[in-house]
T-cell receptor, first 116, second 118 residues
Framework: DTGVSQDPRHKITKRGQNVTFRCDPI?????LYWYRQTLGQGPEFLTYFQNEAQLEKSRLLSDRFSAERPKGSFSTLEIQRTEQGDSAMYLC??????????????FGSGTQLSVL | AQSVTQPDIHITVSEGASLELRCNYSYGATPYLFWYVQSPGQGLQLLLK??????LVQGIKGFEAEFKRSQSSFNLRKPSVHWSDAAEYFC????????????????FGQGTILTVHP
């Protein structure tokens, strides 16, 4: 168990550029979540995958945001035409296929995005 | 819609003192409640959770929390704080996701930063 891995740890970009983040969940975990955390706030849910299917998206996920999990393993989160308001920590979490009440989410350390 | 309020943004305690972090929630159904801890550069780590049953739940690192439905609260406690407990603590309520197989859609409070003095 190597934990949830996120890459890169930090990303600095200019407004209007596109950025892509990667999340590698724990190997046997079929559920994957993306959250966003701004300074001084708790994380906010963005989207949820079960295997390769994206089952739920928050209305926070505007049309500039797209997430994929093509083979049910790693996931990518892309932000197009970045805005300064996109500056945040983007967190990924995964969990194993067990009964919902026994589920435990494992979070990665996040990707810190700064949009200049 | 569900919401979580953590009234204390920052708490300072002395090492060895007791600790209570407050959490109030708003949710229309029976809540599924969590406490997470986040240290700098580390991922969120689950301390404990409540779904049903005994309203006093035990977690890791000597933490416990008590669910009080009448007060819509889920306060976190520790009898004796260690310097290594300094971190940010988040209370969250879980909502059942599409497909009914996951409570991983968490609504977090804004967090309480804990400082521990020697």
């Amino acid at each position: 168990d190597t934990g949830v891995s996120q890459d890169p740890r930090h990303k600095i970009t200019k407004r209007g550029q596109n950025v892509t983040f990667r999340c590698d969940p724990i190997s046997e975990h079929n559920r994957l979540y993306w959250y966003r955390q701004t300074l001084g706030q708790g994380p906010e849910f963005l989207t949820y995958f079960q295997n390769e299917a994206q089952l739920e998206k928050s209305r926070l996920l505007s049309d500039r945001f797209s997430a994929e999990r093509p083979k049910g393993s790693f996931s990518t989160l892309e932000i197009q035409r970045t805005e300064q308001g996109d500056s945040a920590m983007y967190l990924c979490a995964s969990s194993s296929p067990r009964q919902a009440i026994n589920e435990k989410l494992f979070f990665g350390s996040g990707t810190q995005l700064s949009v200049l | 819609a569900q919401s979580v309020t953590q009234p204390d943004i920052h708490i300072t305690v002395s090492e060895g003192a007791s600790l209570e972090l407050r959490c109030n929630y708003s949710y229309g159904a029976t809540p599924y409640l969590f406490w997470y801890v986040q240290s700098p550069g580390q991922g969120l780590q689950l301390l404990l959770k409540y779904f049903s049953g005994d309203t006093l739940v035990q977690g890791i690192k000597g933490f416990e929390a008590e669910f009080k439905r009448s007060q819509s609260s889920f306060n976190l406690r520790k009898p004796s704080v260690h310097w290594s407990d300094a971190a940010e603590y988040f209370c969250a309520v879980g909502v059942l996701l599409a497909g009914g197989t996951s409570y991983g859609k968490l609504t977090f409070g804004q967090g309480t930063i804990l400082t521990v003095h020697p």
